[in-house]
């Protein structure tokens, strides 16, 4: 256990710096997104039935000067769709929202929910996973020996890193997820998986194959 725990701490530099540069370009979203919320809460007017597949902020002289806040892969209200026929991407999202101004769905996707949602894509904020089999799991004793992700059975491993705990290395990127103790029965390989977990860093250990802009992730309580 003390080795698990000093591996963790060759986390933390990372984490911290993280965290000194995201901090405040999120102070800097709320009020920003709250403006251009309201930008397009007037442009959404002249919508009617269809509307741009991905939502983003208003260029400035053509270029976007907000790229940092938006979101490319969701849009900044979360729900990527053009025709009100077609099926929303993420169908939790879309009912629980379904009946809140535009405003409100765009401030508290980019200001709070997502916030700064490209940065992923920024080199040092995001990064990029060529093989999962090169990733580095570690885990507490007398759980799992400690092995690449590569050498689990593919089953098992989807089903353990939903709570962990493990520390997963990617180079100098880390990982880590553990439950609350108290929060989860284990009977050998068998665990009920309920209660909240830590999890922080890069979503290494989320990956099953080669990806990129990979988002890092901070729930200290985040529920299953």
Same mark, same amino acid.
């Given at each position: 256990?003390?080795?698990?725990?000093?591996?963790?701490?060759?986390?933390?530099?990372?984490?911290?710096?993280?965290?000194?540069?995201?901090?405040?370009?999120?102070?800097?979203?709320?009020?920003?997104?709250?403006?251009?919320?309201?930008? +397009?809460?007037?442009?959404? /007017?002249?919508?009617?039935?269809?509307?741009?597949?991905?939502?983003?902020?208003? *260029?400035?002289?053509?270029?976007?000067?907000?790229?940092?806040?938006? &979101? @490319?892969?969701?849009?900044?209200?979360?729900?990527?769709?053009? @025709?009100?026929?077609?099926?929303?991407?993420?169908? @939790?999202?879309?009912?629980? !929202? %379904?009946?809140?101004? =535009?405003? /409100? $769905? =765009?401030? =508290?996707?980019?200001?709070?929910?997502?916030?700064?949602? &490209?940065?992923?894509?920024?080199?040092?904020?995001?990064?990029?996973? /060529?093989?999962? *089999?090169?990733?580095?799991?570690? =885990?507490?004793? &007398?759980?799992?020996?400690? $092995?690449?992700?590569?050498?689990?059975?593919?089953?098992?491993?989807?089903?353990?890193?939903?709570?962990?705990?493990?520390?997963?290395?990617?180079?100098?990127?880390?990982?880590?997820?553990?439950?609350?103790?108290?929060?989860? #029965?284990?009977?050998?390989? &068998?665990? !009920?998986?309920?209660?909240?977990?830590?999890?922080?860093?890069?979503? +290494?250990? %989320?990956?099953? !194959?080669?990806? !990129?802009?990979?988002?890092?992730?901070?729930?200290?309580?985040? #529920?299953?």
């Amino acid at each position: 256990m003390i080795r698990f725990i000093l591996r963790t701490l060759l986390g933390v530099p990372g984490w911290l710096l993280y965290f000194a540069i995201m901090l405040p370009l999120q102070v800097i979203g709320f009020p920003l997104v709250a403006v251009l919320a309201a930008l +397009i809460q007037w442009q959404s /007017r002249r919508w009617g039935h269809v509307r741009p597949g991905i939502l983003q902020f208003p *260029k400035v002289f053509g270029v976007r000067l907000f790229y940092l806040w938006e &979101n @490319d892969e969701d849009g900044v209200d979360g729900d990527p769709w053009s @025709d009100a026929s077609d099926e929303p991407k993420n169908p @939790d999202w879309f009912e629980a !929202t %379904q009946n809140w101004s =535009v405003w /409100r $769905k =765009v401030f =508290v996707w980019s200001a709070w929910r997502n916030s700064v949602g &490209n940065a992923r894509r920024l080199p040092f904020l995001g990064m990029n996973l /060529r093989d999962p *089999k090169d990733v580095v799991i570690r =885990v507490p004793p &007398n759980w799992i020996d400690g $092995k690449p992700s590569g050498v689990w059975p593919d089953d098992y491993w989807k089903e353990y890193r939903k709570l962990g705990p493990y520390l997963a290395r990617y180079g100098w990127r880390f990982e880590l997820r553990f439950p609350w103790w108290g929060l989860i #029965k284990r009977e050998g390989r &068998n665990r !009920t998986l309920t209660g909240r977990y830590f999890w922080i860093g890069w979503r +290494i250990a %989320q990956q099953d !194959t080669p990806n !990129t802009n990979i988002g890092f992730a901070f729930q200290p309580w985040a #529920k299953l």
